[in-house]
């Protein structure tokens, strides 16, 4: 089964937690704060595996977590780093935010690796908050959480020249006439339900890929039929022969054709619509009506566009084609088919995200945010000076002035993660 599209649920590791610890020796009857500090926790990396060539795996595995760093230990031992996951995917595969549908990254490359998400950092142990007058914290900070998404996986296929067409021109019988693939023909639409590909060798003693897609037909773009599914593995291509049976046996009128198919294609991508084009007039062994050519013909000049007639049956034609085709993507510059804003964070960042908002619901005030959920992870709510610590900390972040400006009164509850406290000013 040819798998070109999934969803999968991915999460990095979570960072380990720091110490609570005292040194203890000999003679000494109170030893300093000694807590280590948690580990990273593990990265989930994408990387190209070059004997895959489809997505078929992730129909059967659908999520993915990369291991959780070590909690620290005393006597300033630190936790051991999570191990990073590798996940491989085939050459040409394109992942999303299946949120945003953001382009994360574009795996054209073979050897490549991409970082996705980031492991959560490893909480400091409580030795880092020894101070002058804080002799003896009895509190860490915990690890922090990975970043995690549903994501998007799309395999677009990597060749030089893709066939467009309606269902039954000719493409498949094209394609094993000129490279060695061996595509199911038969007289009848949608003998191809799935991409082929195949390797041509040029007369000149280069090689180029063709990709052969299932047929378009009027409202694909809108999901009728099957070559929507496929256009994809034409995106990225630098070269379209465009497919049109000139034969007249099936009543069809080669100019409707032509123009329906580029309105579908010009409905999927602008880019793609205006992608170098070939106009392949095939089945000319069997034309009734010269006129049925001559009128393509027309269109082709008018759009300033090269035509050829062919018989992909006989070979008529092809030689000619194929030798202009080589010399054409010659020309053709190799440019970036997939956009990726590189100046755009590219996942959820957590030491990014400075804000926290209060909500009042049944008289609680109820506040949420990252920056908030930071400073409750490194303190111990049973201790003393921990509460102090977070009172100043929550100070400093302008939560008190927020709570302040809200209407807040001696008494009211305050709720910060799973945490309820009373608000005394």
Do not use: C
């Not at 054709?257 to 309105?263: Q, S």
């Not at 619901?361 to 945010?369: D, L, T």
């Amino acid at each position: 089964m040819f798998t070109d599209y999934v969803k999968i649920y991915a999460t990095a590791g979570k960072g380990g937690n720091g110490a609570i610890s005292f040194r203890r020796e000999k003679y000494v009857a109170s030893g300093g704060p000694d807590g280590g500090d948690g580990g990273k926790g593990g990265d989930v990396y994408f990387k190209v595996d070059k004997d895959a060539n489809t997505l078929i795996e992730f129909r059967f595995k659908k999520k993915f977590k990369a291991e959780n760093g070590q909690n620290g230990e005393g006597s300033h031992k630190y936790g051991k780093s999570g191990e990073d996951l590798y996940i491989p995917v085939p050459i040409g595969t394109v992942i999303k935010d299946a949120k945003t549908e953001e382009v994360l990254a574009d795996l054209s490359d073979k050897n490549q690796t991409v970082l996705i998400l980031k492991g959560g950092r490893g909480g400091k142990g409580n030795s880092h908050f020894a101070t002058s007058t804080r002799q003896a914290p009895r509190f860490a900070q915990d690890g922090e959480p990975g970043e995690e998404k549903e994501l998007i996986l799309e395999l677009k296929l990597l060749a030089d020249v893709g066939l467009v067409g309606f269902p039954n021109v000719g493409k498949s019988t094209f394609l094993s006439v000129v490279t060695s693939a061996s595509p199911k023909i038969a007289n009848y639409h949608f003998t191809t339900i799935e991409p082929n590909l195949g390797v041509v060798k040029s007369k000149f003693g280069d090689s180029f890929v063709i990709a052969d897609i299932p047929g378009i037909i009027e409202g694909a773009s809108e999901g009728i039929g099957l070559g929507i599914e496929f256009l994809r593995h034409i995106e990225r291509t630098r070269l379209l022969l465009h497919f049109i049976d000139v034969s007249g046996i099936e009543g069809r009128n080669p100019v409707d054709d032509y123009y329906k198919v580029n309105e579908e294609l010009k409905k999927y991508s602008e880019k793609l619509s205006k992608r170098t084009q070939i106009i392949v007039a095939n089945k000319v062994d069997a034309m009734t009506d010269e006129k049925l050519y001559l009128e393509l013909e027309k269109v082709a000049k008018k759009n300033n566009q090269k035509i050829f007639k062919i018989s992909g049956a006989t070979g008529k034609g092809v030689d000619e084609l194929m030798n202009y085709v080589s010399k054409t993507l010659k020309e053709l510059p190799k440019e970036s088919l997939i956009d990726i804003d590189t100046n755009k964070e590219k996942v959820y960042t957590l030491e990014d995200d400075d804000s926290f908002t209060v909500t009042k619901e049944n008289g609680i005030f109820i506040v949420k945010g990252e920056k908030v959920d930071r400073i409750m992870r490194k303190v111990n709510i049973g201790d003393y000076e921990s509460l102090f610590y977070l009172h100043r900390k929550l100070d400093e972040i302008g939560l008190n002035k927020e709570l302040k400006k809200q209407g807040i009164r001696d008494g009211d509850l305050v709720k910060i993660g799973e945490y309820e406290m009373e608000w005394e000013d």
